[in-house]
């Protein structure tokens, strides 16, 4: 970091600005290939001279930047700064209020640069400018090598969540996405789900905060579960893969090997020939000149023979007779050797012939050996790749069983819940009702009973008045005639008697109007109270009948989710017999795929044995034919060694005639 530093401090020089001192002090501490400045306030000239020196780091590899409160157009320097550079691997830019500018900036810097694998924008509100937001977004998508994002607090609304799942859509590398603390809402959870059946790369999506109902956060869940079970798979596959291919360069290596120390062998074995021919060769050479110093000792002798012919007239028929076996005998061994060279060339040819021929064989029968090597590894990695899609497509099976049986499940539950729900609250309602009804029924009842009762009295009281009237009428009209038989007698009492009397019937009278009036209004405010019940009567009955036709709508929506199940369970039982027909249709072409690999197997092993059984063929013939040749070579040895020992045994004979004959004991005389 001190050549960083330098070069930092030399151009705000250059640029007529002091470096900040606390960025210089951060850089002094900070370790090597880390630029922490973190809660660091940098001005725009930093921002440029930073801008300016990071496409050219070769050793940073994460910069932290957070709560550096930072400008548009600082921000935008920077990350123009960071789209040249290649090296670095973490970029933090939590809490900078990044704008319009700065998203746009981050997407082309998503665009340009091919080596940030992690990005944090937590707290930047990148989400309230939506034209930048969405720039952003189309620029993720291109990504390849981006592996975590982290948008906490960023106000990202459902329009921001569905330009999110566009982006996920195509984007084949993001890994984790933190979108906690936002706006998202149903919308954008919905959108998010709908683009998480797309993207298999991504395995960690967090949702807090953002006021997602639990159904989508439980789809979301399970989607990461069966991305992160679908990257576990792939991550055992690309061992397995990588095992089974160091396995089989393994296998190549000792088969290049094998066929290497087989080639040095022949190359061994034909040295060995050579060096054999070369020997019989030299054998021969040595053979012809001895025969040549032969026959010079021959001409030797017969020049002599010749030279002493006249003085030999003794030794002339022995003489003759000696020059006709020297002629037979080097007519002979001429012949011989005429013979045996044609019959080494006519050996060696036919050796070569076979050599050439054995080696052809032999080239043609490796190129085979490696052709069917290949197609056994193009077969194997065949069979491996159908085993594998077979794994994954009963795993899907599974998975799809799984969720279909979860989903069935929770919609029972639902139903259930639901059927519990609402025949609880039609019982609570029914039993509501019948208390009500109960209680109004018991009160008319007693309120019926009193008012009974109370005109049972009243009527008591009007028969016993009519018959205290009665009484009082037929009590006047006796008094009246005992009046008028005593009206003579006593009129003025009676006159008095009957206006007290009169007037006490009076106030009886008007005593018992007025029980009348009392009576009749009591009537009333009785008549009232049944009007009031009955009206109370006739609102419970409304109410009852809005409860009945609210039972009725309830048992109307039953029935309507019932056929909504009904038909949720036909459907999924129609998708599920698609699918199994699909995957019964694809466990067909497996199994067919299986029988032609079973039978391509089978016939690679009766290729490979009938190659095994020509290999072996051309093995014995080859050891045939290394029997035959060493035993032409003892033959010809054989043959050479008889030629010697003729040769020794003539010239013994020459040298035992030459020195027996007369013509040497004449020979110092001349």
Known sequence: MEEFLRSYSRLCRERGAEPQETVLQRLHELPRGRLDLATQSLTLDTCRALGALLPKEAQLTELVLSDCMLSEE??????????????????DLKGNNLQARGAEALGKLL??????????????????WEEAFATFCRALAGNLTLRQLDLRSNQISHRGAEELALALKGNTSLQQLDLRWNNIGLLGGRALVSCLSSNRSLWRLELAGNNV??????????????????AATVRESRARTRVLSKEVRHLRGEKSKQFLDLMETIGKQR?????????????????????????????????KLQMTEAALALSEQKAQDLGELLATAGQEQQSLAQKQAKEHRLEQQNAAERESKLLRDLSAANEKNLLLRNQVDELERKVKSQQDQLFLTKQELTNTAAELKMRAVQAEERL??????SRQSLEDAERLRVKEVEHMARHLEESERALQERVQRLEAARLSLEEELSRAKAAALSERGQAEEELMKAKNQVRLEEQQRLVHLEEKLRLLAQARDEAQGTCLQQQQMVAEAQARGSQLGLQVEALRRRLEGLQQEL?????????????????????????QAELA???????????????????????????????????????????REAEIARIREEEAQRASFLQSAVLAYVQGSPVRALSPQK
């Open 416 to 421: 259930e819940l639901e059927k519990r729900r």
């Open 111 to 128: 665009r340009q640069n091919k080596s940030i694998q992690s990005l944090t924008l937590e707290w930047n509100n990148l989400g309230a």
């Open 74 to 91: 600082g921000a935008t320097l920077l990350l123009q700064g960071l789209c040249a550079n290649t090296i670095l691997r973490l970029l």
């Open 271 to 303: 040295e060995e020939m050579a060096r054999s021919s070369r020997a019989s060769a030299a054998r021969v050479g040595q053979l012809q000149e001895a025969l040549d110093e032969r026959h010079s000792i021959i001409n030797a002798l017969k020049a």
């Open 559 to 583: 029935s309507n989710k019932d056929q909504e199940k009904v038909a949720e369970v036909t459907r999924v039982r129609v998708e599920l017999q698609e699918q199994n027909g699909r995957l």
């Open 589 to 631: 072409a497996q199994e067919a795929l299986k029988e032609k690999v079973a039978a391509l197997e089978r016939q690679l092993r009766v290729t490979a044995s009938g190659h095994r059984e020509a290999l072996l063929d051309r093995e014995s013939e080859n050891a045939c034919l290394l029997e035959k040749l060493r035993l």
């Open 213 to 230: 109902p639990s159904d989508v956060l439980r789809a979301v869940e399970q989607a990461m579960e069966h991305n992160q079970d679908r």
